[in-house]
């Protein structure tokens, strides 16, 4: 009983020895070297996806308006300003009557505004907007945006309209101030 008191004795000793031991203090700085970013393994997709249903009334009627936005892997490649690529978007767009006949059953992609928006955009970016934005009389007015593919560029891009005729025919027109296609240079 003795001989086990002196060892419990002993063990207390040297735990209360090092544990007021002073520890040297140390300079080093230590953090974690920063991930490399990964490559880009094949090009990334845009935002996609269907845009609600929206049912209006114009001319006298009632229409439903139907845009899908898919990714293209046939189209040329868009890029973003850290050189990652991305597959462009083709944008279907279906107006229906309310009797369900079809008035304009269309896809467009860029080809189709790139004289509207300056080269040095039109090469490397991509159709990133397709919306329907108003009625204007007997127009239907469509806000379109040809811009940097990253999702967080969304003020990056060239405001377009696609107006919708009372014939299904349709038209473009820039939103671009006069000026803004050239870049200012120092």
């Known amino acids: 009983m003795r001989r086990i008191l002196l060892l419990v004795l002993a063990g207390l ?8 031991k002073n520890k040297k203090e140390s300079n080093d700085i230590i953090t974690k070297m920063p991930a490399k970013p990964k490559k880009q393994s094949g090009p990334l997709t ?28 046939g ?3 868009c890029e973003d300003a ?14 229906t009557r309310s009797d369900g006949s079809t008035f304009v059953d269309k896809d467009f992609t860029k080809s189709d505004f790139s004289k509207y928006v300056p080269d040095k955009y039109s090469e490397k970016w991509g159709l990133t907007g397709f919306n329907f934005d108003t009625i204007d009389g007997d127009k ?18 060239v405001p377009l309209t696609l107006v919708v005729d009372r014939n299904g025919g349709t038209s473009v027109t820039s939103q671009m101030p006069a ?3 050239e870049e200012d240079e120092e």
């Open 140 to 157: 239907l007015d469509f806000a379109i945006a040809i811009g940097s593919p990253d999702d967080m560029a969304d003020n990056e891009f």
């Open 82 to 95: 850290s050189g990652n690529k991305y597959y462009d978007n083709r944008v279907h767009l279906t107006i």
């Open 179 to 181: 000026g803004d296609d």
């Open 13 to 20: 000793l040297t735990v209360g020895l090092t544990a007021c």
């Open 46 to 73: 845009m935002s996609t996806g269907e845009i609600p249903t929206r049912t209006i009334n114009w001319l006298g009627g009632t229409y439903k308006i139907s845009i899908k936005r898919t990714a293209d892997k």
């Open 75 to 77: 189209l040329h490649l």
